[in-house]
Nanobody
Framework: QVQLVESGGGLVQPGGSLRLSCAAS????????MSWHRQAPGKERELVAS????????SYADFVKGRFTISRDNSKNTVYLQMNSLKPEDTAIYYC???????WGHGTPVTVSS
């Protein structure tokens, strides 16, 4: 019954920024730990960032530290991924994930290219 709806992906130039959103519908998953993952063509899906239920504990993969910020607004049942200083190697499909429900969104594509 719970669904994760992602938005915010698109085409951006190197050095640019995007903010991804993941909104939960139905019984909310946003009050539980959530995470963002990405998968580039021909590559394994990898963890990008995670956030605790209250938003006080944040974790990041080394390759995005200092550039990406995960956050949440529980009143809106939404988790965000602010991506700054984007690089071509950030190009991938980005997925939000609710570990407790083992539920994935359908992904939103991010392309970093000039």
């Amino acid at each position: 019954q719970v669904q994760l709806v992602e938005s915010g992906g698109g085409l951006v130039q190197p050095g640019g920024s995007l903010r991804l959103s993941c909104a939960a519908s139905g019984a909310t998953g946003s009050r539980f730990p959530m995470s963002w993952h990405r998968q580039a063509p021909g590559k394994e899906r990898e963890l990008v960032a995670s956030i605790s239920s209250g938003g006080g504990t944040l974790s990041y993969a080394d390759f995005v530290k200092g550039r990406f910020t995960i956050s949440r607004d529980n009143s809106k049942n939404t988790v965000y991924l602010q991506m700054n200083s984007l690089k071509p190697e950030d190009t991938a499909i980005y997925y939000c994930y609710w570990p407790i429900g083992q539920l994935w969104g359908h992904g939103t594509p991010v392309t970093v290219s000039s």
